[in-house]
């Protein structure tokens, strides 16, 4: 059920994201007056589940039809020297039936069957459906390439744009409805950090206060680990033992975290204060009282040791309480200032079913503040996912290890369906995919934008020979590209 839900959440959030990215493209083709013979949700090799035009007047509807016969006809000939040659020309359209959709300019709109992206089939553009036919013929006015190299421009960047408007726009909504919750750098510095093997090497110690980052203070805690991470971090002055000092990092960092199985080095130490407690807990499909109802822990209650072991912070006891599996302990609790000793069975599941009391904050917005706050969650979005891809291309890091293909997407959705979850990962997935698009490879947005920059700046524009090349090889970077990924995928599954 699990799968389940999160491949329908995958599958949702991809239909979503490559439909406004299309619709940018539609929309932007239609204000120029560019035909757009057909906009389809998923890829229809052979047939599709669904496609409406209108013919002859009338909307016309298919359900599970085979692909449509091209406007074309392939003629076979032989050149003066001997050689077998192929031609293309027209159909003549008045010797169709009315009915016939290839009678129609209208554009044909459907779905697919095969359910991962979609497409806009332009008129008169070299793309990824690479329709020969069409573009051996004259160019007409309403075809893409016939019009100006700025409006062909902005075609192509529209798609793009839309991902970032629509992931500004799910920012706005979640941050009005919401607001955000983050963990203020302040309230971690109550207690100070607690560090593992990995973060000891690179100079933290247990205890230590986050003062600054290249001598500016962090507001939110979670942004200590991703400064580090993506290699801004130089320096981090800490306090220690009510002295301050500056941990160097070193240039290797990054490599080292990103080839370690937790990149989470730092951890918040805070003590196991109760927040609440569940009445009963799932053991592989049978549901029991939990230990902590059946000892009788309480919101409030402080848990600040196992048996003879103290456990002073909540890593503390989550560390220890694994060695206590199937047996009877006493828990140290304070509570209202006494100290009591509370026995407590532990199950094969080191789980007691207590929550621990966080220390997040949450800032609320209005409307018309979540407005600003949501331009400013995409760009730094935006801004992210470029120094991640930094990160990738750069080989002394080894971060193309960690890349990861359809089944690492599908992970980052919830196990059980959030809305609220969901619309943040989707929002996520349109800022990586405008990122992706805009890079300058042939047959993404970016080489076709590429190309058309050079000829605004030089008043040349290539030929259709060399983009149908272009297109080629784009397509087998973005193969090579997508093979690679999945790869990584399948085989960290076997680790």
Excluded at 13 to 37: C, Q
């Amino acid at each position: 059920m699990v799968i389940a839900i999160k491949v329908i959440q995958f599958f949702l959030a991809l239909s979503i994201l490559v439909f406004v990215h299309e619709l940018g493209h539609f929309m932007a083709a239609k204000a120029f007056k560019v035909r757009v013979d057909k906009f389809y949700l998923f890829f229809d090799w052979g047939f599709s589940l669904l496609r409406v035009k209108r013919v002859n007047g009338k909307l016309r509807w298919k359900f599970f039809s085979k692909n449509v016969p091209d406007r074309y006809k392939t003629i076979e000939y032989t050149d003066a020297a001997g050689k077998k040659q192929k031609k293309y020309e027209p159909i003549d359209i008045s010797t169709l039936d009315p009915d016939d959709w290839r009678t129609s300019d209208s554009t044909e709109y459907g779905i697919g069957w095969f359910p991962l992206g979609g497409y806009n089939k332009i008129a008169g553009m070299i793309d990824e459906s690479m329709d020969k036919e069409q573009m051996k013929q004259p160019a007409k006015e309403w075809e893409f390439r016939s019009k100006p190299a700025w409006q062909r421009f902005i075609i192509m960047v529209a798609g793009v744009l839309m991902n970032v408007v629509l992931a500004i726009f799910i920012y706005i909504g979640l941050l009005a409805k919401n607001g955000e919750e983050y963990l203020p750098t302040s309230e971690v510095n109550k207690y100070g950090i607690s560090v593992d093997s990995l973060g000891y090497e690179l100079g933290f110690r247990e205890g230590d206060k986050i003062m600054n980052i290249n001598g500016k203070p962090v507001e939110n805690f979670q942004d200590v680990q991703m400064d580090i991470i993506m290699g801004d971090a130089k320096t981090v002055e800490v306090e220690r033992e009510g002295n301050t000092l500056v941990v160097e990092m070193p240039d290797d960092a990054t490599s080292k975290l990103l080839s370690s199985q937790d990149i989470s080095f730092i951890f918040v130490r805070i003590p196991f204060v109760v927040d609440g407690i569940s009445d009963s807990l799932d053991y592989n499909g049978v549901m029991r009282l939990s230990p902590a109802k059946v000892a009788g822990l309480a919101a409030g209650d402080q848990i600040i040791g196992i048996d003879e072991v103290e456990t002073p912070f909540f890593h503390n006891f989550k560390e220890n309480i694994v060695n206590y599996k199937n047996q009877e302990v006493e828990l140290c609790v304070i509570r209202n200032g006494d100290t009591l000793s509370m026995p407590i069975q532990i199950g094969e599941e080191p789980l007691i079913g207590a929550t621990v009391k966080s220390i997040t904050a949450k800032k609320e917005y209005t409307f018309w503040q979540a407005i600003p706050a949501g331009f400013v969650k995409t760009f730094s979005g935006i801004a992210d996912y470029w120094r991640q891809l930094k990160l990738i291309f750069n080989p002394s890091t080894k971060a193309y290890e960690s890349v990861g293909g359809f089944i690492s997407i599908g992970k980052i959705f919830p196990d059980t369906w959030d809305w609220s979850r969901f619309w943040i990962m989707t929002a996520f997935l349109s800022i990586a995919l405008a990122v992706m698009n805009i890079l300058p490879i042939p047959a993404l947005d970016g080489g076709h934008i590429l190309f058309l920059l050079y000829e605004i700046i030089t008043r040349r524009k290539p030929s259709e020979k060399f983009m149908e090349i272009a297109e080629y090889i784009g397509l087998a970077i973005v193969l090579a590209l997508v093979l690679f990924a999945n790869g990584n995928d399948i085989i960290k599954l076997f680790r």
